[in-house]
């Protein structure tokens, strides 16, 4: 892959990486049990999946670096569908307005309700669909629906219309409030979480689930990029794709930081089928 198709920031990184790899390496994979892998023995896991789950922090270079280079692997590999967390529902007919260039960069900027890192992050992978004339899946439900269950809980959907309906999961939610990872996200809130919050994420998670098996097709593979805590230790979107389509194989990926790549940390063991564990001091994108 060219530099000149990276971000600023993607090139500074890779850039280290070059120079280096091999006394002072930025990022490493691991299993879930905390074994070291191999970039080709990630793809050929990631391969065998009909939906890949890509958990990413949101302001980490590595994981956008991979995202990109993994997303071109696969799609040398067969029939790809991308799909992503940063894209509400409600925007897909703008979304596909661009991929099919019947408007540019900066009417997408205006009319759809972009992440303020999507020129450094997204972008790229969206312009690679663009290229490629693959479907891109704006997969998360709209945020004024998520702000309304953060302050009312899931009440607050019932006086949606049916029209605006098809942007969220169908109802009523489903939802297991002592999931562990929800249990994580209260205590991690501390005083500022509160139930409504919890359900207000699994309404994001259950969309994101829904949009997914919504546009799974067999012959495909789907790829998805999501923040790690949505599908963390196989919860968030993956238990909601667990009861939609139970029967497809779903592969996760999650990234971590920590001091130094040698070693999986054990706090980190069993987060995902596949760990990307990225040395704290890399910058972040934003």
Known sequence: MSLRSLPLIGVLVLTSLHAFAQSLPAYALFNAKGKPIAHKGMLRQLQQADIILFGELHDNAIAHWLQLEVTRELIAAGPLVLGAEMIERDDQVTLDRYLRGEIDQAAFDTL???????ASDYKPLVDLAKEKGLPFVAANV??????????????????????????????????????????????????????????????????????????????????HYNGSFHSDHFEGINWYLQRLRPELKRVTIATVTQAGVKKLDAEYLGRADIIIVVDEDVPGTY
Not at 112 to 118: E, F, T, V, Y
Not at 147 to 152: D, K, L, M, S
């Open 112 to 118: 759809a309700r972009l992440w303020k890192n999507h």
């Open 142 to 223: 709209p945020r004024r629906y998520a702000r309304a269950v953060n302050r009312g809980g899931f009440e607050a959907l019932d006086t949606v219309s049916d029209a605006e309906r098809v942007w969220i999961a169908p109802l009523p939610i489903a939802f297991d409030p002592g999931l562990p990872r929800y249990q994580h996200m209260l205590t991690m809130m501390g005083d500022h979480g509160t139930p409504d919050m919890v359900k207000a994420q699994a309404l994001k998670d259950a969309t994101m689930a829904y949009s997914i098996a919504e546009r799974f097709r067999p012959g495909q593979r789907f790829i």
